[in-house]
Every structure is written in structure tokens, then in C-alpha cells.
């Protein structure tokens, strides 16, 4: 399977845990993408990666929040001292780099999260 | 700021038929592209078509096609010969070409009845 994969697919936690999620995204794709999806909602944007520099952040990625993408390959998400109000699918997208023909992202399975 | 607003929560349609999804959306770009993505039951999102603001031909994908109206900013879905497999939740999306981000609507459920 070539898509782009989350680890774990689910996670619970007890509020003020911290927790990690991780995206391997398609392996051409330079560009990878978080989104948080809560229920019955489309996905709000979070933060977004060009191969290892993380060029934009929302406003709603806190402090509690941190991405990273060391080595422009995977990607992982932690949240720090966790809140009920984190409890949400969370998603990862990539897409290629240039070209209009390439401006697609494509989308993980998502990892559920749900903070007790 | 750029914003997506799908107007119907919740669609059914006959298996067989046709369906249009509606959206719309408000931005001061020129240049932009968007989308139609479907999340089924499993929750992994699907690209389902996508277009360009700058063709004026609307996109077609199979049996799923596109009414892009940009004077309008509408840009509605048509499902034709609905299939069971077809239920899943829809998702109208809004992406500037060189921008990073996809800005969603809040979806529209569609039910497909046997």
C-alpha cells in the first residue's frame, strides 16, 4: 500500500497525558499536511510541512501542540498536557510538490483521539 | 479570509438517480482550485474530483460532475446513477494554488436508498 499511513489509529488517554501520533506520507510527496476533524465537522487546518521546514501554523495549534518532521520524511504530532476539548480525529495529507497536475492532497486514515 | 459553506447537512437519493450537492464559497483570489472529497463510513478521506479556477470547462470524473459557476462562487456536485456505495459524508474544499491549506465545508451527508 503506497498511501499515507497514521499510527495509531485510535488513542485513549486520561486528560494531562501527553500523546504522539505518527504520518508516513506517500513517499514523493514532499508536502504533508495536519488537519483536526471533530465530529460531524470537515477538518480545520493545523499545520503544514515543505519537506522539513514547517511553513504555517494555525491559530489553533497552541503550545500544547509541537510538529515536527525531522529528515522531511515522516511526521509527527504530540500534544502536550492533554484537554477533553483535544478529543477529535486527527489528520494527515500529502501531496507532490509543482505543477498544477500535482495539487492534490491526499488523505491518512486518521488517528481518533479521545482525551478522558 | 477564505470560507466554504455547504448549505444541506443531510441529502437522500434513490439508488438509480441523480443527486446535486451544493456549495459555495467566498474568496478575493483569482486563482484557486477546488474540490469535492467523500469520507465513507471508515472515515479515510477520498478524492472524488477537483477543479480549476481557471478552466471554464467543469470537471467530470465518471458519474460525478461538477457545475463550477466562479461569477457565483458555486460549485455544486452532481452524483448521477447513485449507487449504495455512494453514502458516505461529502466534503466541498477550497485550496489557493500556491497556498498550503484546504479550508472545508461542514459536509453533507448523503443516504442512498435501496
Known amino acids: 500500500d503506497t498511501g499515507v499511513s497514521q499510527n495509531p489509529r485510535h488513542k485513549i488517554t486520561k486528560r494531562g497525558q501527553n500523546v504522539t501520533f505518527r504520518c508516513d506520507p506517500i513517499?514523493?510527496?514532499?508536502?504533508l499536511y495536519w488537519y483536526r476533524q471533530t465530529l460531524g465537522q470537515g477538518p480545520e487546518f493545523l499545520t503544514y510541512?515543505?519537506?522539513?521546514?514547517?511553513?504555517?501554523k494555525s491559530r489553533l495549534l497552541s503550545d500544547r501542540f509541537s510538529a515536527e518532521r525531522p529528515k522531511g520524511s515522516f511526521s509527527t504530532l504530540e500534544i502536550q498536557r492533554t484537554e477533553q476539548g483535544d478529543s477529535a480525529m486527527y489528520l494527515c495529507?500529502?501531496?507532490?510538490?509543482?505543477?498544477?497536475?500535482?495539487?492534490?492532497?491526499?488523505f491518512g486514515p486518521g488517528t481518533r483521539l479521545t482525551v478522558l | 479570509a477564505q470560507t466554504v459553506t455547504q448549505s444541506q447537512p443531510e441529502m437522500s437519493v434513490q439508488e438509480a438517480e441523480t443527486v446535486t450537492l451544493s456549495c459555495t464559497y467566498d474568496?478575493?483570489?483569482?486563482?484557486?482550485?477546488l474540490f469535492w472529497y467523500k469520507q465513507p463510513p471508515s472515515r479515510q478521506m477520498i478524492l472524488v474530483i477537483r477543479?480549476?479556477?481557471?478552466?471554464?470547462q467543469n470537471a467530470t470524473e465518471n458519474r460525478f460532475s461538477v457545475n463550477f459557476q466562479k461569477a457565483a462562487k458555486s460549485f455544486s456536485l452532481k452524483i448521477s446513477d447513485s449507487q449504495l456505495g455512494d453514502a458516505a459524508m461529502y466534503f466541498c474544499a477550497y485550496g489557493v494554488t500556491s497556498g498550503s491549506r484546504l479550508t472545508f465545508g461542514e459536509g453533507t451527508q448523503l443516504t442512498v436508498n435501496p
Open positions: 477543479q480549476e479556477a481557471y478552466k471554464q
Open positions: 495529507a500529502s501531496r507532490s510538490g509543482g505543477g498544477f497536475s500535482t495539487d492534490t492532497q491526499y
Open positions: 513517499s514523493e510527496h514532499n508536502r
Open positions: 510541512f515543505q519537506n522539513e521546514a514547517q511553513l504555517e
Open positions: 474568496t478575493s483570489e483569482s486563482d484557486y482550485y
